[in-house]
């Protein structure tokens, strides 16, 4: 029983930015009880796991690292075990039968609740008058939305995390100017398909703009997007706002219709294309997820990958050799032989090794806006790595002239 006492807590974190977020949220309501972050499990009364799904291999990595807690737990009985997020949410009470030590269970579909969960367990103190801020980092990463109204048929998320639900716009602007409050300098908004963002009549656009306006906020960025919600007016609400970054990662996943089709990812490839040409004409850097070998995939569709490939010039493009993931529709769907996944992989990857080095070349001479992380390195706008010659405060920003490029990172003038 933590009750009274100094309560440290352990985090462990598995998979995207969102789950990161998710996890500074649920200390914030353990902080509110007097709770303290350590990073060494020995001293820790508490752990934290908070869980990620979308992979066999990260749900399997949460639930032995649980496994392994239970020495821990048998040294000093008191302690707390907490396991939240989408392996939590998937494997449900099955688990609590599975490691009887475990204390709470928090699924993905519960984040907002926890504040209920950590009541209920009785094992922590009632919350004090204020959320602390987390603790001060340049970029503040803010959860607009939840869950995802799509069903790509390799993805687990929907049936994870469910259809979507829009955080209301004035806890998402409090919780922005929590983060400044703290120290960012750039807010990072986060969603499944966090462009999908609508509340009453406040749109995602609108929601950027109002976001920049926050004092203290510099810069904001926003992941991860899907294609469809790139419409005209998105891009005329925003393309005069200097404070919304130039850099989307946006999925393709494959290059060929069909095969979307077949992913039901919603968009053709002339459609994506047409998006990334308005991305482009608003000064929008790119960079992609690209899945090879779906199930369906014909080496003619593989073909249509790599010619995507070439006239979208990605800044970035990470590149996964299809899995199946257990539970969604394309796991039923019979496999492409595993040397032809690999073949089509080093391909794809061969493709794409040159791109960023070409991205920042192209960046000779240009001016950019560098948001500095040390005194001497930041980051653009177009999310470019750049180093200064001079040494400016962490935070500051920083407009500068690109003198050359080696590899991933820009030199500048001053
Ligand atoms: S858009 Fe598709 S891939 Fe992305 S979370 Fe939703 S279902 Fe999964």
Redesign the pocket.
């Known amino acids: 029983m933590l009750l009274g006492g100094m309560n440290k807590v352990f985090i462990q974190t598995y998979g995207c930015q969102m789950n990161v977020a998710d996890s500074e949220e649920m200390f914030a309501h353990l902080a509110a009880r007097g709770a303290v972050l350590t990073d060494k499990l020995d001293e820790a009364d508490t752990v934290l796991i908070n869980t990620c799904t979308v992979r066999d291999h990260a749900e399997h990595r949460a639930v032995s690292f649980l496994g392994r807690l239970s020495a821990w737990k048998k040294e000093k009985p008191g302690r707390v075990i907490i396991f939240a997020g989408c392996a939590a949410q998937r494997l449900g009470k099955a688990l609590q039968k599975k490691y009887p030590f475990l204390d709470i269970l928090s699924g993905a579909k519960d984040i907002e609740l926890f504040s209920e969960t950590l009541d209920k367990s009785g094992l922590f103190g009632m919350p004090g008058e204020s959320i602390q801020p987390s603790t001060p980092n340049l970029t503040g990463y803010v959860t607009i939305m939840r869950g995802?109204n799509?069903?790509?048929s390799y993805?687990i998320?929907?049936s994870v995390r469910g259809p979507i639900k829009c955080l209301p716009v004035e806890d998402i602007l409090r919780d922005v100017a929590r983060k400044t409050a703290a120290g960012a300098k750039e807010i990072m908004l986060l969603g499944?398909?966090v462009n999908a963002y609508q509340e009453g009549t406040v749109s995602f656009a609108d929601l950027l703009n109002r976001v920049s306006e926050v004092p203290g906020v510099e810069r904001v960025r926003f992941t991860?997007p899907?294609p469809i919600f790139f419409t005209p007016e998105f891009l005329n609400a925003v393309k005069d706002n200097p404070k919304i970054a130039r850099h989307v990662h946006l999925p393709v996943q494959s290059g060929s219709s069909k095969v979307l089709q077949e992913m039901k990812?919603g968009y053709t490839r002339e459609v994506f294309l047409e998006k990334i040409q308005a991305l482009k004409s608003c000064g929008f850097n790119i960079s992609t997820d690209i899945i090879v070998g779906f199930p369906t995939e014909t080496e003619a569709d593989f073909q249509q990958t790599l010619t995507l490939v070439d006239k979208v010039q990605f800044f970035i493009a990470y590149c996964y050799k299809y899995s199946p993931r257990q539970g969604t529709p394309a796991a039923q769907m019979e496999l492409l032989a595993e040397n032809i996944l690999e073949e089509r992989l080093d391909i794809l990857l061969n493709k794409v090794r040159g791109l960023s080095e070409a991205a920042y070349q192209s960046q000779i001479g240009s001016v950019q806006e560098v948001l500095m992380e040390t005194e001497t390195k930041g980051r653009s706008s177009e999310n470019f790595w750049v180093k200064t010659k001079n040494t400016y405060p962490t935070g500051s920003l920083v407009r500068t002239k690109i003198e050359r490029a080696e590899g991933t990172l820009l030199f500048a003038r001053d």
């Open positions: 995802c799509f069903a790509c993805c998320v929907p499944q398909t991860s899907h990812r």
